[in-house]
């Protein structure tokens, strides 16, 4: 099975820290994977905070997370400050990408912890139905 690659885009949308907390260490004693979808899920909503939007409220739409691929490098611990840049990938009609490269610095070198993507979809939850990336959102998955 080959391995997966996330390759990241070149247009870097903001960057955001999260510290490491207890509770997202595994018995391995380093970050476990399922804690990765929880600070990939905080950093996102840190990005949409900068731009005053909630995941509930985004320009009149809400957002579900259609999927989501991490692709681990090296191991986080406890109390490491993780910094997460969050750049604009693919934007469709209905949906859109972000890619996340989430790192750490020690001993002033910067390590690559994890890759990941994830693929958002608009959503009217009164209607229940998908609908179009507002066009308040698009300039700025476009402008960055």
């Not at 970050?31 to 996102?44: L, T």
């Not at 995941?55 to 406890?78: C, D, P, Q, R, W």
């Not at 989430?102 to 209607?127: F, P």
């Amino acid at each position: 099975m080959p391995r997966l690659k996330i390759e990241l885009p070149k247009s870097i949308l903001t960057t955001v820290f999260i510290p490491v907390r207890i509770t997202d260490i595994n018995f391995g004693n380093h970050v476990g994977n399922n804690a990765f979808v929880e600070i990939i899920h905080e950093s996102r909503v840190q990005f949409l905070k900068q731009n005053g939007f909630t995941e509930m409220e985004v320009a009149g739409t809400s957002l579900i997370m259609s999927e989501l691929s991490v692709e681990f490098k090296n191991e986080a611990h406890y109390n490491d400050l993780l910094e997460i840049k969050i750049f604009s990938g693919e934007i469709l009609r209905v949906s859109f990408e972000l890619f996340y490269e989430i790192s750490l610095k020690k001993n002033n070198q910067e390590i690559i912890i994890a890759h990941a993507k994830t693929g958002m979809v608009c959503y009217n939850k009164t209607l229940k139905k998908v609908e179009a990336v507002p066009e308040k959102l698009k300039k700025i998955l476009e402008c960055q």
